[in-house]
């Protein structure tokens, strides 16, 4: 892995919070959720937001949608 981020340092305060495209009417609009803040990309459970939040670099985040499409 090419880059280290102390997720710690990562503050999601004001971030501009998206509903995932595939969160429809049929689990009542609730799936993730995803905010890009500087190089770090947040994920997080859209309908319980304060159990925490998932920090992944900008690169593998890319991976991801990459592999996932």
């Known amino acids: 892995m090419k880059e280290a981020i102390a997720v710690s ?3 999601f305060t004001g971030a501009l919070w998206r509903k995932s495209s595939r969160s429809g009417n049929g ?3 609730a799936c993730v959720e995803v905010a890009h803040t500087g190089p770090v990309v ?3 459970d859209s309908k319980n ?3 925490g ?3 992944f670099p ?3 985040w890319a991976a ?3 592999f996932s499409s």
Request: charge should be negative.
């Open 42 to 44: 947040g994920v997080r």
């Open 27 to 29: 689990n009542n609009g």
């Open 49 to 51: 937001a304060e159990a």
């Open 9 to 11: 340092t990562v503050d």
């Open 58 to 60: 900008e690169s593998a």
């Open 64 to 66: 991801f949608l990459v």
């Open 53 to 55: 939040t998932l920090a």
